[in-house]
């Protein structure tokens, strides 16, 4: 599966984006006068292949969960089973998430592709609320200072996982999918896959997370150093990448990825996690950068390491670092009216305004 969606993905359509710079040259408003609205509408107009390019609605944010070994080392003061909790969260629509997703009208779905805690079905769940897929590769990745996090065969089922959770929302009608994730500890292999694939110093691409304190900041930053010492990862092996640094709801991630741009659909990336995880989709097929959206700028450091190697403006800034989807569902208005305009907005010609 993941060799035939790689191969699936394809570069933009040259055609549909210079239809859609003429037709942004004639509507009424100065040229640029949208600013990065403008580029952004003729991307999507080169992944749908057509322009105007469909709105991207309706949307569906996918939740991938999954623990870490890691967490022995001590790189958070959050206890694992929060990560089993949160799903409950979720579920019941008590997050952040919910509540931006709600304001969104997307719908929520919640991927288990590794999580460590067992954690009970809602019965009372209502059933046009946020949905769980049971997909659990392992529960929780090794530590990845000691060993490999995972096995290249885990690391495949993940990733695989990723692209059918893509294929299950697009087959449903989604026109845009979101990231999201969920997974106490999650921040460290995300800082090691990202000086993986970007060459950053491992200083620059860790943050605090969920704001951890001085010493346990330096022993996270000392842990992702070890890591890429101890296993060398080569950013020419994505899949290898994943496996040794990686962790379940990243390579699952990566598969959404891939699975969206397979079927030339944008995909909105949230946070720290999300653009870690579209590196390693970079690395498997180059033009699925293509179908990446960059939501928002992260607090998180290694963020911006990273939307820089993929060559991505993010739409919003407003120092988040929270995860779940959140900083990608508050872009979303964004995204649809960059496309939006070029479906209602007038032309000069049609609207008898004289141009300068």
């Not at 001590?74 to 579920?91: C, D, K, R, S, Y």
């Not at 944008?266 to 590196?279: C, W």
């Amino acid at each position: 599966m993941l060799e035939s969606t790689v191969a699936a993905i394809r570069p933009l359509d040259e055609a549909a984006m210079a239809a859609a710079r003429e037709l942004q040259g004639r509507l009424t408003k100065p040229a640029g006068s949208l600013g990065a609205l403008e580029p952004l509408s003729v991307r999507l107009a080169g992944l749908a292949g057509t322009c105007p390019p469909p709105l991207p609605e309706p949307a569906a944010v996918a939740i991938f969960a999954g623990d870490h070994g890691v967490h022995a080392q001590g790189v958070t003061p959050w206890p694992q089973e929060v990560t089993a909790q949160m799903i409950g969260n979720f579920l019941a629509g008590g997050a952040v998430v919910n509540a931006f997703a709600r304001q969104a009208g997307a719908s929520v779905t919640v991927v288990d592709v590794g999580v460590a805690t067992p954690f009970p079905a809602d019965p009372a769940a209502d059933p046009a609320g946020p949905r769980l897929i049971a997909a659990n590769v392992r529960p929780g990745t090794r530590d990845l200072t000691v060993t490999a996090a995972l096995t290249r065969d885990e690391a495949r089922a993940a990733v695989e996982t990723g692209i059918r959770v893509a294929g299950e929302l697009v087959d449903a009608g989604a026109g845009i999918l979101l990231t999201g994730d969920m997974g106490i500890g999650n921040t460290t292999p995300a800082a090691a896959l990202i000086a993986a694939f970007t060459g950053v110093d491992p200083a620059a691409a860790t943050g605090r997370g969920t704001g951890v304190d001085d010493e346990t900041y330096a022993r996270k930053v000392g842990v992702v150093r070890a890591a890429l010492d101890r296993h060398a990862p080569d950013p020419a092996d994505p899949l290898g990448v994943l496996a040794t640094v990686g962790g379940l709801e990243h390579a699952a991630l990566a598969g959404l990825v891939l699975g969206a741009a397979a079927r030339r659909v944008p995909v909105l990336l949230d946070g720290v996690i999300a653009v870690s995880a579209a590196l390693a989709a970079a690395a498997f097929a180059p033009d699925a950068v293509g179908a990446m959206v960059a939501g928002h700028r992260s607090a998180e450091p290694g963020a911006t390491a990273a939307l820089r190697h993929l060559g991505l403006d993010p739409l919003i800034d407003l120092g988040l670092r929270l995860g779940e989807g959140t900083g990608a569902l508050l872009a979303l208005p964004v995204v649809t009216g960059a496309v939006r305009v070029l479906h209602e907005v007038a032309t000069f010609d049609s609207a008898g305004v004289a141009e300068k």
